[in-house]
């Protein structure tokens, strides 16, 4: 067993209410059960006393005229006859003792010689007590002083089995516990049922919040919240008002994402006309000097060279913005060219601000990591680092296999993140920072795709001086790589 569940305050309601219900009854069964007992005993002791004084009273009056004599046969012979009781008693052991304490006659000589003194027997009686309960031994003992005329010529000892009294004491105690058990597993029962069915309804509620977790907010159906009470149908009500909210922000989102891409597309642009244009005025050079100098082997071979080589970049810069940009149908595993192209993209931008990148790319092979996914997560955070970085200043990028995950590192030399910004990149705030701060909503793109990689971030001080950016993203199976699409 757990040890969080030998907590009480992490019981579940259902359970810990019939719990609490069956601890009172509990406390208020031996409440009960000592009144009862306490009471028994009482008037146990009250019908022993009742019964003592009446036996003896009755003995007392037939051997006051023998003590007078000290006529000890007559004395035994009397208590012999009077020794057996009724009522389950069994024979009482009897001794009369005179005025000196010495002892005239006993119901059991041996016990009791004649002339033997008891005082022992009168020593256990406190005071003035008349009767004695020794439940240990499991008998009673009384005493009756014999008075004649004003004067005490002796006394009267007996002690007699109870045992058949404390046996009713142990069934009632019995009893009581049986009929106390099983009252407090029934109220128990009861009250885990009707706590059950007063909770059925967080039931629904947690039903329906577990779903939203791998999809949709799903709101709960019309029929389960006209068959609750007052105060869950205010609770459903509130909560389908939740998920409608929630699914037309998540709706929201998505489209804030793919505007992002398309804003993403835009800032690179005029790079890309640069990194395109310039080759074309080469190109058009080398067709002006074929047109004027074409016959000539040696100059048209450096010019259809130059032409290759131009159409060949202006196809990578093409291919790479293509591959940036497209809606993956099926997603595919991440290549070590996926990553390579974003220095293409990048390169424009990285030679109007006369920056320098470090390009440290170690994988090889396929990685089963959603490549458009990452790609854009890569690109985000290196157009965030060339925007806050001063212009002749240093980038670095690495990329390799950490155990069972990919490492991407992003340093620059800029001045660190804002804390909004440094909230939305470690997922502290759903909401992206204002359009004005820096990156913005690129950063809150980011940290949505690195959630859907189920990827860690940690932001740090570069050793370049700048921010470092650390994102470990665990290496999926093919199947978990289809769920993410």
């Known amino acids: ?49 009742a019964m003592s004084t009446i036996y003896l009273n009755g003995l007392a009056s037939a051997v006051i005229p023998h003590v007078l004599r000290e006529d000890i046969w007559e004395i035994f012979d009397i208590i012999e006859r009077g020794a057996t009781l009724e009522g389950g008693f069994g024979r009482a052991s009897i001794v009369v003792v005179d005025s000196k304490g010495e002892t005239l006659a006993a119901s059991d000589p041996r016990q009791a010689p004649v002339l033997s003194r008891q005082s022992e027997r009168d020593r256990a009686f406190e005071g003035d007590a008349l009767l004695l309960v020794d439940t240990g031994k ?26 058949h009294l404390l046996r009713e004491r142990d069934e009632v105690l019995r009893t009581l516990v049986a009929t106390n058990a099983a009252i407090a597993l029934l109220l128990a029962a009861f009250g885990y049922w009707i706590i059950r069915r007063m909770l059925g309804p967080l039931g629904t509620l947690s039903r329906h919040l577990d779903l939203s977790v791998s999809g949709p907010v799903q709101p709960i159906p019309k029929d389960e919240i006209v068959a609750s009470t007052r105060e869950f149908r205010r609770l459903f009500i509130r909560f389908n008002v939740m998920a409608r909210a929630v699914n037309e922000r998540e709706a929201i989102a998505k489209e804030l994402a793919n505007e992002e891409r398309l804003a993403s597309l835009g800032r690179l642009a005029s790079g890309m006309a640069h990194e395109i244009n310039n080759p074309l005025g080469g190109l058009f050079n080398a067709i002006d000097t074929l047109k004027r100098h074409g016959d000539k082997p040696k100059v048209r071979s450096i010019s259809l060279d130059l032409i290759e080589r131009g159409l060949k970049g202006i196809r990578d810069v093409v291919r790479s913005t293509l591959a940036a940009y497209r809606a993956d149908r099926d997603p595919r595993h991440l290549a070590a060219n996926d990553i390579d192209d974003l220095r ?4 424009p931008e990285i030679a109007r601000r006369t920056l320098t990148l470090d390009w440290q790319n170690s994988i090889q092979g396929e990685l089963p990591i959603e490549a458009t996914a990452f790609r854009q997560i890569a690109l985000n955070l290196l157009l965030n680092a060339i925007s806050v970085s001063p212009p002749g200043g240093q980038l670095s990028l690495i990329c390799a296999i950490e155990g069972d995950h990919l490492l991407l590192e992003v340093h620059d030399q800029g001045p660190g993140f804002s804390p909004d910004a440094h909230a939305v990149l470690a997922g502290e705030t759903s909401s992206p920072v204002p359009f004005g701060e820096g990156a913005g909503l690129g950063l809150w793109v980011t940290r949505r795709l690195l959630e859907e990689l189920g990827g860690q971030v940690a932001i740090a001080r570069s050793p370049l001086g700048g921010a470092l950016i650390r994102m470990t993203i665990p290496l999926r199976a093919k199947e978990e790589l289809r769920d993410v699409a």
Do not use: C, H
């Not at 499991?138 to 045992?163: C, W």
């Not at 293409?344 to 390169?347: E, I, K, N, Y």
């Open 344 to 347: 293409l993209l990048v390169r």
């Open 1 to 49: 067993m757990r040890r969080a569940s030998l907590d009480p305050r992490r019981w579940p309601l259902a359970f810990k209410a019939p719990a609490l219900v069956a601890v009172f009854m509990l406390v208020v069964s031996v409440v009960l059960t000592n009144v009862v007992l306490t009471r028994l005993r009482e008037t146990q002791e009250r019908q022993l006393a």
């Open 138 to 163: 499991a008998r009673a003992f009384a005493r009756r002083p014999l008075i004649y005329q004003d004067r005490r010529i002796g006394e009267i000892y007996v002690d007699y089995d109870i045992s």
